[in-house]
C-alpha cells in the first residue's frame, strides 16, 4: 500500500484506493464519500470514464476519477458556501497530493 505525507505530526494516511487503477463503482463511491446511486449518475452523464475489463464487469478508471475531482476545483473558488462534495474532493486531493 502507498502511504502519503500529511500535515506536520499527523501519521501517514493510506491510500483509500489501495494504489488500484481501475475501480468498482462501490470503492469509487468510498474514496469520494458518495453514495453509488451519484456514482451511477457521473458515469451516466460523462463526467467518469467506464472501461469493461471482462464483458460483464465494469471499473471506473482511477485517472478519470482523478481528473473528476480536478474538475470541482475551479468552479468552486467564485463561491464559498458550506461544505459538500468540493470540499470532500479538495480535502482528498490534498491530503494524497493531486
Request: hydrophobic share 35%; net charge positive; aromatic share 4%.
Amino acid at each position: 500500500m502507498r502511504e502519503s505525507p500529511t500535515a506536520k505530526g499527523d501519521p501517514p494516511e493510506k491510500d483509500p484506493l489501495d494504489g488500484k487503477l481501475l475501480l468498482t463503482y462501490s470503492e469509487a463511491a468510498k474514496a469520494l464519500g458518495l453514495g453509488r446511486t451519484t456514482i451511477y449518475r457521473l458515469v451516466k452523464a460523462g463526467r467518469l470514464k467506464v472501461v469493461h475489463p471482462t464483458p460483464r464487469s465494469a471499473r471506473i478508471t482511477r485517472e478519470s476519477l482523478e481528473a473528476f475531482l480536478r474538475s470541482l476545483e475551479a468552479p468552486e473558488k467564485a463561491s464559498e458556501k458550506g461544505k459538500g462534495v468540493v470540499d470532500r474532493a479538495r480535502e482528498v486531493l490534498r491530503r494524497f497530493g493531486l
